[in-house]
């Protein structure tokens, strides 16, 4: 492994005295060839739903992986993420694992979050739908 720095591949926008964001940012600057999924959901490839707003939220962010790697991407290229959750509670129940499958997963990428409460999402079984956006520099 390199101990060469590399430059951020997006520059992350944080207004002078703001407090820094946890596990986000507050904005991205970037440029290239955009990337949008749709909402995926926790299903695997069978589409059977793990027992658990965690494992559920593990699957989600493999899928959205799979839909990044189709495009010649990865999560470093993530600039967005919009959570529905159909559990504010259930999402922060479990702070540390939650953390844990996202940096597995998506590594210490941190983009633009928004988290949103919803009555339910199209999938009965669904706990959790993300919506990603990256940039291809």
Same mark, same amino acid.
């Given at each position: 492994?390199?101990?060469?720095?590399?430059?951020?591949?997006?520059?992350i926008?944080?207004?002078?005295?703001?407090?820094?964001?946890?596990?986000?940012a507050?904005?991205?600057?970037?440029?290239?060839?955009?990337?949008?999924?749709? +909402?995926?959901?926790g299903?695997?490839e069978?589409?059977?739903?793990p027992?658990?707003?965690?494992?559920?939220?593990?699957? =989600?962010?493999?899928? !959205?992986?799979?839909?990044?790697?189709?495009?010649?991407? +990865?999560?470093?290229?993530?600039?967005?993420?919009?959570?529905?959750? =159909?559990? !504010?509670?259930?999402?922060?129940?479990?702070?540390?694992?939650?953390?844990? @499958?996202?940096?597995?997963?998506?590594?210490?990428?941190?983009? @633009?979050?928004?988290?949103?409460?919803? =009555?339910?999402?199209?999938?009965?079984?669904?706990?959790?739908?993300?919506?990603?956006?990256?940039? !291809?520099?």
């Amino acid at each position: 492994m390199s101990d060469v720095k590399r430059e951020p591949l997006h520059r992350i926008l944080q207004p002078e005295g703001w407090p820094r964001p946890k596990g986000y940012a507050n904005g991205i600057l970037a440029q290239g060839r955009l990337v949008f999924t749709g +909402g995926l959901v926790g299903w695997n490839e069978e589409g059977v739903f793990p027992d658990g707003f965690v494992p559920q939220v593990r699957q =989600t962010l493999h899928n !959205i992986v799979a839909v990044l790697k189709e495009a010649g991407a +990865g999560p470093e290229h993530l600039v967005r993420l919009t959570w529905y959750v =159909t559990s !504010i509670e259930d999402y922060l129940a479990d702070p540390k694992g939650l953390g844990g @499958a996202y940096r597995e997963i998506i590594g210490k990428n941190f983009p @633009a979050m928004a988290t949103v409460q919803v =009555t339910r999402l199209v999938e009965p079984k669904a706990l959790v739908e993300i919506e990603a956006t990256a940039v !291809i520099p």
